[in-house]
């Protein structure tokens, strides 16, 4: 736990990225299994269960210090862990020795519900500050030290010198804390054997096209396959003679949500679509997929209600073999077959559109755009692999435009991390009657000059404060964009929206002329 | 007589009515008494200073001879007369610990006592006397560091931080951001108490005050001008001190391969070294933490407590609950980011 912490310690501080895997190589190179693997899963954001929730650890400061305190104290260091870090009582006389990190591990992981939150207790209270900081970072696994999963991964590569793309090909199918792992990488082991496992393989992603790009496959059109964007969400297929699994863009597993997919899954391979409500062959908005994300367990009603499918539109293992360097027509034929072979209503072929000149590739976006399950077009090079990532070129996605209204700040926070002595996270809301209402969130959008002069007003019109959260005037007006205007009857508004940001501050707007709640719901679809 | 009365927030600072001066004055007055020399308490162009022999020597080093129209040097624990003979305000200068030449000030006027602290510390520190508790009615104090989050280690203990990275990374120049006054000198004598005899290597902002401290009778050890090496390379490996504003301006790049360090209470606070690029955080800090603001006031026992500035909100609450009388007293422009 001691070299743990010191090595947070230093990479949260290190700026220089080679510095950082300098450190963390040093770390590897003087550290035992398994602590070392847990340490990697730390970082790498794998570790798969909470060691406790942050409302425990909340609760638990809030039994030996004053909630007035801790709440300026919070509102002043801007994050959880950093104040209970500091604030919790320091061990008066020499503290007993500290666990390894396995130690740690081994322990939450068996203690009873019941008593989670007294060994945390007993564990703060042998700790110095920085200690704890790692502690809780770790058990809520909000640790953010400035180190990609990425660049873990090439320190890995470096340690047992071996290609980076190996560790990349392997890591989804190995589990903290990577004893096969380091076993290969320490040249006692031959290289872990996952040609079988059920597991998520790193999925291929697109750049927003830009306006050169596009006059490009104007150009073209025929070297390219053109498809809707569909607004649901990115999932993986595995299913193989070891098990079946639906996997999210991030590699986690979500099957248990979506049984009635997982059902009709049956012939081998790995494919690539969007998860979408799919009822007779009729796709539903995200607004209705929303309700099954809620969801971790769907009720009868709701498989009934609103059955899922998979739009699919690649795949990257035709039974046992591996098919992502084929060119991307070549891995339609490909698909193509799988779904004949694996023929349930779940799955459907994202359809290739026609195009073959510049005109039709417009009409075609003008009509994703009034269709509202799809948020714009797909542009695929036939020619691309399928490469892990967001390779230069390959893929590009062309949203329809984002919808706008002016809204006006209510609330502020402040941000976290790097920002948290900044006001950037905003609450907004538009008029109904005389009356404003909370309509979203946003904290993204502005450039770090418009964040300190948004950050100046807010402490120049704050009228009033609960815990972090500031009222402000009711004065300015924001731009705000968003993707989507959905009904909702979790806000009070009645409205929820979907990626707000920020795209423009209207200092020059009153707010009086700011939108109505009624010109927000008619943009809903 | 009530405090109140008597000494009141104007914009220029505390003003003490019967005695016609100000107190740590943020603008030019005609009288002003000074607790110590740091810039956001001690300007220059008053007509007439009294402060300590070691504050008046200082403010002439930064500000010049002729820094205000006359000055008068006070001792610490000598009573001096201030006001009308009839009806006067005697004042009394104590050890504030928090630099040298700094000093609480007690004012009594009509029976009643009050103790302006200026800003002070408790921990140890050999650049000057000990913080010494002055029974008072009212007892004003600063609020830099007032919640329970800071808590200062002791200066020995970054230090020897700052040592083993050196013994880490010994291609590294390690640069430290310290406060001219007060905290540079501290920080130097702190590393020779822990056995850094090497040269330490100096920005020319911090020349002046070290040669005033040496003059102080205050031995430094070896100190070199980072102007005067010629092969700046020679500085990998070793301490350079540096104000603040200088950790990544033009002239840092000039030294080879920077690890840059800051001495200052605000380092605790993760995001605050992280704004300001460092990678040595070292809590460093001339001000009390939490507790030992806490702890003073208990000793003091003052009948009320007033706050000039800082995280005013959570001292008078914690000072409420323990059922003290206390006001905040909001006063701007004593407090900066870099000397705390
Ligand atoms: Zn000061
Ligand atoms: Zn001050």
């Known amino acids: 736990m001691q070299a743990f912490s010191e090595l947070l310690e230093n990479l949260y501080y290190t700026t220089a990225s080679n510095e950082k895997q300098r450190l963390l190589l040093a770390y590897l190179k003087n550290t035992p299994d398994p602590d070392r693997g847990w340490a990697i899963a730390a970082l790498a954001g794998t570790l798969r269960f909470e060691f406790f929730k942050r409302h425990t650890v909340k609760q638990l400061m809030l039994s030996r210090v004053d909630p007035d305190l801790f709440a300026m104290s919070y509102d002043y260091v801007g994050e959880v862990s950093e104040t209970v870090a500091h604030l919790w009582p320091d061990a008066t006389e020499q503290p007993a020795t500290l666990p390894t990190l396995n130690e740690l591990v081994t322990a939450f992981q068996q ?3 019941q008593k989670v939150s007294a060994l945390l207790a007993d564990y703060l209270s042998i700790m110095t500050p920085p200690q704890r900081w790692a502690l809780l970072k770790l058990g809520t696994r909000g640790l953010r030290v400035g180190m990609s999963a990425r660049s873990v991964k090439k320190v890995l590569a470096t340690y047992g010198q071996v290609p980076v793309e190996e560790i990349e090909q392997l890591w989804h199918a190995l589990a903290p804390p990577y004893a096969e792992l380091f076993a290969w990488l320490d040249g006692k082991q031959p290289k872990p054997d996952i040609s079988n496992a059920v597991t998520f393989h790193p999925v291929m992603l697109s750049h927003p096209v830009q306006d050169d790009d596009l006059e490009a496959i104007k150009a073209q059109p025929d070297e390219w396959q053109i498809e809707h964007k569909y607004d649901g969400i990115r999932v993986q297929l595995v299913c193989n003679a070891n098990g079946k699994a639906i996997y999210s863009r991030t590699g986690d597993d979500i099957s248990h949500a979506f049984p009635d997919v997982l059902e009709q899954l049956h012939f081998h391979g790995v ?8 009822k007779d062959g009729n796709i539903d908005s995200f607004n209705a997929l929303q309700q099954r994300l809620n969801r971790k367990k769907p009720t009868k009603a709701l498989l009934a209600s609103h059955p899922a499918g998979v739009m699919l539109y690649d795949i990257l293992k035709y039974q046992q073999s591996d098919v992502t360097r084929h060119s991307l027509d070549v891995r339609r034929e490909y698909l193509e077959k799988w ?14 559109l026609a195009i073959h000149d510049a005109e039709q590739l417009e009409a075609a976006y003008r009509q994703a755009a009034d269709d509202p399950s799809v948020e714009g077009l797909m542009l695929k090079r036939l020619a691309s692999p399928y490469t892990a990532g967001r390779p230069v070129g390959q893929w590009f996605k062309w949203k329809r435009e984002a919808l706008l209204a002016d809204a006006v700040i209510m609330y502020a926070q402040r941000g976290h991390g790097k920002r948290s002595s900044f006001y950037s996270d905003y609450t907004f809301g538009v008029w109904e009657g005389d009356k404003l209402l909370p309509i979203g969130k946003a904290y993204s959008g502005f450039t770090d000059d418009e964040l300190k002069k948004l950050d100046n007003w807010i402490r120049r019109h704050a009228t009033g404060r609960f815990g972090p959260v ?10 705000v964009a968003f993707d989507a205007v959905h009904p909702s009857t979790r806000h009070k508004s009645g409205v929820a929206l979907r990626f707000p940001r920020v795209h423009r501050i209207r200092w020059d707007k009153p707010a009086s002329e700011a939108d109505t709640l009624d010109a927000v719901k008619r943009l809903i679809r | 007589m009530d405090a109140s009365q008597w000494l009141h927030k104007q914009p220029q600072g505390l003003y003490c009515e019967p005695a016609d001066c100000y107190i740590d004055p943020l603008h030019p007055v005609e009288h002003a008494l000074i607790t110590h020399a740091h810039a956001d308490h001690a300007i220059g162009g008053h007509q007439s200073v009294t402060a300590t022999a070691s504050t008046l020597a200082i403010m002439q080093t930064r500000y010049g001879e002729d820094m205000a129209g006359s000055t008068q040097a006070v001792n610490y624990r000598e009573q001096i007369t201030l006001g009308s003979p009839n009806d006067p305000v005697t004042c009394v200068f104590y050890p504030a610990g928090h630099i040298l030449g700094s000093a609480q000030i007690l004012l009594c006027y009509r029976g009643t006592r009050v103790v302006i602290s200026g800003d002070y510390k408790r921990q140890s520190d050999p650049t000057c006397l000990p913080f010494k508790p002055v029974p008072c009615d009212v007892f004003i104090t600063e609020a830099t560091f007032a919640l329970p989050v800071f808590k200062h280690p002791s200066i020995e203990q970054e230090m020897a931080k700052l040592l083993d990275s050196l013994a ?4 590294r120049c390690h640069l430290v951001g310290v406060y001219a006054l007060g905290k540079c000198q501290r920080v130097i004598l702190a590393l020779r108490a822990i056995g850094y005899t090497s040269p330490i290597y100096l920005h020319g902002a911090q020349r002046k005050l070290c040669d005033l401290y040496e003059r102080q009778g205050i031995e430094l050890g070896e100190l070199i001008d980072v102007a005067e090496v010629s092969d700046k390379q020679s500085l990998a490996g070793n301490i350079v001190l540096a104000p603040p504003s200088a950790l990544s ?31 040595l955080p070292l809590v460093v800090s001339d001000h009390c933490d939490w507790q030992a603001l806490l702890d003073t006031i208990e000793e003091v026992n003052p009948n009320e407590v007033w706050i000039t500035h800082g995280r005013e909100d959570a001292l008078l609450h914690a000072l409420t609950q323990q059922g003290r009388t206390a006001q905040a007293l909001s006063m701007v422009g004593y407090e900066s980011d870099t000397q705390d």
Not at chain 1, 271 to 278: A, C, F, N, P
Not at chain 1, 339 to 352: E, G, I
Not at chain 1, 470 to 479: N, T
Not at chain 2, 257 to 265: D, P
């Open chain 2, 168 to 171: 880490v990374f010994p291609e």
């Open chain 1, 271 to 278: 494919v690539d679509g969007e998860l979408l409500i799919m």
């Open chain 1, 111 to 113: 203690v009873s519900k």
């Open chain 2, 249 to 279: 301006d033009r002239w840092s790049r000039t030294l080879p391969n920077v690890r840059r360090a800051m001495a200052s209470g605000w380092m605790q606070i993760r995001a605050r070294a992280k704004q300001r690029q460092v990678e």
């Open chain 1, 339 to 352: 779904v004949a072979n694996n023929q349930q209503p779940a799955f459907q072929l994202s359809p290739m």
């Open chain 1, 470 to 479: 500031r009222e402000v005037e009711k004065a300015l007006v924001l731009e």
